[in-house]
């Protein structure tokens, strides 16, 4: 029985890309136990985000990508209704109306968004794809900045920052041309004045530590020159798992979440992290592999910006500890500690998982 099931399982994946997925969940556990000592009901916690997001992805894997298309315009607007919701009834923790409670749980609207926003651009410019002008693009481009607004104003950069990333690769694997691009990225430069002007000190702040960490050392600077210290300090081989010194004396702040990455250096050195770097590069080389195959415009632009967000998490949590970018709250993905993160990301592996094992039978 026990094999049926496995066969049953596994006749629903795509091996590779369940076997580096999975590869980096191990890692990310063995680091836990290590970041998390101090805090066992964590890793008990994560065990179980890790069943809970194998069952999310294999269950997304079964749906066709035309299923998905259905759903797009009812998550998006139900994903948008939530998050004007937070913005009018949201609870306020730590200076952040982030969270929506419905009386028996709370939940972060901003995540579903991360989901939400490539599934509808992908539909929207797979009804547009024979007429691509530049009022589709504008139109895009609206329906990406009306939730990221409302994410940023609560304040969530990180979340924001993801949301824009993944609504950003599919317009751009729509077709965007280069002239838009450039001129866009220009009119970004040209508005960062006005930008710094809606930004809340705490999110200066991290922009200016990050130019001078030694300026604020144990306040805004703190985090950076930590992790900085825990990074350079694993050498090539690193010190050994449970024998991190910044990590075990508290130096790391938020260790099992957003810095994990500065524990996983520090214990496992230059080796471990060209061994991540490495799985990393399979993953989302697994994705654009799946993305180049996918037989429709709507499946190639979703697994595209599935995948390319995948990389956006890792290059951002990685730049953010090594000191080269802001710190902006994003997780390295499959290894920090998080229910909600995980199972997002395993609904985008699902996703790249049911447009490969559609493809065959939507080609006929």
Not at 108 to 126: G, H, N, R, T, V
Not at 190 to 213: E, G, K, V
Not at 272 to 286: A, D, F, Q, S, V
């Amino acid at each position: 029985m026990i094999r049926a099931l496995w066969m049953r399982f596994t006749d629903k994946i795509d091996p590779p890309l369940f076997a580096t997925a999975f590869t980096l969940l191990v890692l990310g556990l063995v680091t836990l136990v290590s970041a998390a000592q101090d805090s066992p009901a964590r890793i008990s916690s994560q065990a179980v985000s890790i069943l809970i997001a194998l069952a999310v992805m294999w269950t997304v894997a079964q749906f066709p990508p035309q299923t998905m298309m259905r759903f797009a315009v009812p998550v998006y607007v139900f994903g948008l209704a939530l998050l004007i919701a937070v913005a009018v009834f949201g609870d306020v923790v730590n200076g952040a109306r982030r969270w929506l409670n419905l009386g028996i749980m709370r939940i972060q609207p901003s995540e579903i968004m991360k989901i939400a926003m490539p599934l509808m651009l992908a539909w929207y410019f797979d009804k547009h794809e024979a007429t691509l002008r530049l009022r589709e693009y504008f139109v895009a481009s609206l329906l990406l900045l009306v939730p990221v607004m409302l994410i940023a104003r609560q304040p969530d950069l990180g979340t924001a920052l993801l949301v824009t990333a993944a609504g950003f690769y599919v317009i751009f694997l729509a077709g965007l041309s280069w002239k838009l691009l450039v001129g866009a990225l220009l009119g970004a430069c040209a508005s960062l004045p006005f930008l710094w002007s809606l930004m809340h000190d705490y999110q200066r702040r991290r922009i200016l530590t990050l130019l001078d960490p030694s300026s604020d050392p144990l306040g805004a600077g703190y985090h950076i020159i930590q992790s900085v210290i825990a990074v350079g300090s694993g050498g090539l081989a690193g010190k050994g798992w449970l024998r991190g010194t910044q990590a075990h004396l508290e130096f790391i702040p938020e260790r099992s979440t957003d810095f994990v990455f500065a524990v996983f250096s520090e214990e496992f050195g230059l080796i471990g992290n060209c061994l991540l770097l490495l799985l990393y590069l399979l993953l989302i080389g697994r994705g654009l592999a799946i993305a180049a195959n996918a037989p429709t415009f709507f499946a190639r632009l979703l697994a595209g910006a599935v995948t390319l967000t995948f990389f956006t998490y890792a290059f951002v949590n990685m730049g953010m500890v090594s000191g080269i970018l802001p710190v902006v709250g994003v997780p390295l993905p499959l290894i920090s500690y998080g229910g909600t993160a995980l199972v997002t990301l395993f609904f985008g592996i699902g996703i790249l998982m049911s447009i490969h094992r559609h493809r065959k039978l939507v080609q006929t």
